[in-house]
């Protein structure tokens, strides 16, 4: 009894701002995609009914109906219980113990999958994007935080209670300020777009001229990594050292990660990984010289191939492997 | 066609100072065991063949015949081609590319296993010792370094070339000293063995009195970890700062691994370790504090049971569980 490889997955892509529907086919084609807001502020049922809508949509945008779907997959933020479906807690959602597996299962009568967003990210590198036939891979989502998809030996690596790759994290500087998460120092603390931001604010407050400022409408409130960017792009000094300074500690971070898991090749994705030609040259001259040897002389730092739609392409991937891996038992 | 589980298992723990064979049968009894010094200066070849005399050694005092054996285990340091059976670079034995495997397979004619001696510990005390039944854990042995022997989901965790779990070189403090791997801040320069030497010495050197001084009559080159401990014990104050700031480092590394591995229990070994009444409280208290939510609740930080023994009895295992993996294909 083998599964329909004619038949089409559908992949969700769940922010806590915006969401991503999508159809794939077993070749990694994107038959449609829908994004649109997500009505965090309405309540679980309403994000969920307007998943089912969107669902219905990318259905219909690629002018296929129901029962060509085999199955669907869905990445979300927070802390998932996947074997029981259900998002136990998400700040970014605003959720508690929510089931997301039930409403589309019993809308589509098909097997559904979720795990987090990063990792489902990290799985769709490794099928269509930049880590095509690696086994060991890390995949970083640079952004407000710094999360991970890890891939060991071909699987995807979760822990013994699903809290594997917190790489945010990690303690990167002993003296280091305090993180949201209650620890000091942390890798996200140095490395993410807050930090950036909290820099550019600090080098202004303390009178320095910068472009950052105009850029930003001389509005604190209005800087964003974004700016930062194109005001280092512009050879703003204040702009080039808070790239520095965010270099160095990203840069520690992956020495520490490619140190301790002696990856074939660590791929960033994120926001941020947008200003690569000015934050990741040092970051990898760093990993180049002062990981261990060995792994140092390996691993390859590369871009995210997916972008933005990393997301939605590993939900259907992640579908796609659970699948496959059921079929083989 | 069954492997014979009558028979029995000789394993090597191979240090640049001493080794140690011992056979053990399937149940994890250990039957005989032979400690000798390393001929190191003699060189290779010497080394080996000390090793099948202190194999036959090992099998007499068992009462056995070389037809009793089924397979062997090897742990050594440095940084070894597992499949090929050769140690490619081990600085403690001074070897560079030395075939570990072909002199005792030529003598006993058996299949012959080699693994990192800290990954072979962790096998051992996965089977035989704490971490029984585990399928995520972490094993530490702190002495001179800090090596780990990491298992993930039931498997021994080796990284895409072997390097993998190379925790005594993650990046703890960004402005941290200089390590002997060429990094700055690494977690063996600031948690292992030589750092609490260098503090005690640190202390006397500024003048300070402390019974560390006269436990090492009177001379700094005669400092050891044992030796400050003996005077923590008797409550000496530059003895337990000395715990106190290695402490600090020691749980900010634990509170990274127990952050990205989220395991089940990380085991400490080695000759540090020993001093676990003062030096693992505060390190324990950390992890538990600090480490990310959900991973800290469940991670249980425990002493090594087979000690000493650890990496003989793991080189055994690593034997068995080969041959068991073979026996299943």
Same mark, same amino acid.
């Given at each position: 009894m +083998? ?5 089409k997955?559908?992949?969700? %892509?769940?922010g806590?701002?915006? /969401? #991503?529907? +999508?159809?794939?086919?077993f070749?990694? !084609?994107?038959l449609?995609?829908v994004?649109t807001?997500?009505?965090v502020? !309405?309540?679980p049922?309403?994000v969920?009914?307007k998943i ?6 990318a259905?219909?945008e690629?002018?296929l109906?129901?029962? %060509?779907i085999l199955?669907v *997959?869905?990445?979300?933020?927070g802390i998932? %219980?996947?074997?029981r479906?259900i998002n136990?807690f ?5 959720w ?5 597996? $039930?409403?589309?299962?019993?809308y589509?009568n098909?097997?559904?999958?979720i795990? !987090?967003d990063?990792?489902? &990210?990290a799985?769709g ?12 891979m890390?995949f970083?989502a ?6 991970s ?10 822990g013994?209670i699903g809290? *594997? ?11 280091g300020?305090?993180? !949201?998460c *209650?620890?000091? =120092?942390c890798?996200?603390s140095?490395?993410?777009g ?5 820099? &550019?604010?600090?080098?202004i407050?303390?009178?320095?001229? $910068?472009?950052v400022f ?6 604190i409130?209005?800087?964003t ?7 280092a ?5 204040? &702009?080039l050292d ?5 270099? /160095?500690?990203? =840069?520690? =971070?992956?020495? $520490?990660? #490619?140190?301790?898991?002696?990856p074939e ?8 990984a ?8 040092p970051?990898?001259?760093?990993v180049? $010289?002062?990981s /261990?040897?060995g792994s140092r ?10 972008g933005d ?7 259907c ?12 038992l």
């Amino acid at each position: 009894m +083998g599964i329909d490889k004619n038949k089409k997955i559908v992949g969700v %892509d769940l922010g806590g701002t915006t /969401f #991503t529907v +999508g159809i794939m086919d077993f070749n990694g !084609n994107i038959l449609s995609s829908v994004d649109t807001d997500t009505p965090v502020e !309405n309540g679980p049922s309403a994000v969920m009914g307007k998943i089912l809508d969107n669902i219905d949509l990318a259905i219909n945008e690629a002018k296929l109906s129901r029962e %060509d779907i085999l199955g669907v *997959g869905l990445g979300a933020p927070g802390i998932l %219980d996947v074997e029981r479906g259900i998002n136990i807690f998400s700040p970014n959602l605003k959720w508690h113990n929510v089931d997301m597996v $039930t409403p589309i299962k019993d809308y589509l009568n098909v097997p559904v999958f979720i795990e !987090n967003d990063v990792r489902v &990210a990290a799985l769709g590198e490794r099928r269509f994007g930049a880590g095509k036939g690696r086994k060991y891979m890390i995949f970083i989502a640079l952004g407000t935080g710094i999360g991970s998809g890890i891939i060991i030996n071909g699987e995807l690596f979760r822990g013994s209670i699903g809290g *594997g790759g917190e790489i945010g994290h990690m303690v990167i500087d002993s003296n280091g300020p305090k993180c !949201n998460c *209650g620890n000091y =120092g942390c890798f996200e603390s140095l490395a993410a777009g807050p930090s950036m931001v909290a820099r &550019a604010e600090k080098a202004i407050k303390s009178g320095l001229e $910068t472009k950052v400022f105009e850029l930003a409408e001389r509005n604190i409130g209005n800087i964003t990594p974004a700016i930062i960017y194109q005001a280092a792009k512009l050879g703003d000094k204040v &702009a080039l050292d808070v790239f520095r300074e965010t270099s /160095f500690y990203l =840069g520690l =971070g992956l020495v $520490t990660l #490619t140190t301790v898991f002696n990856p074939e090749c660590i791929i960033i994705g994120g926001g941020i990984a947008k200003s690569w030609d000015i934050l990741m040259p040092p970051a990898i001259q760093m990993v180049k $010289t002062r990981s /261990f040897p060995g792994s140092r002389d390996v691993v390859e730092i590369i871009p995210s191939q997916l972008g933005d739609s990393a997301g939605m392409i590993g939900a259907c991937v992640l579908a796609i492997e659970k699948l496959e891996k059921e079929e083989e038992l």
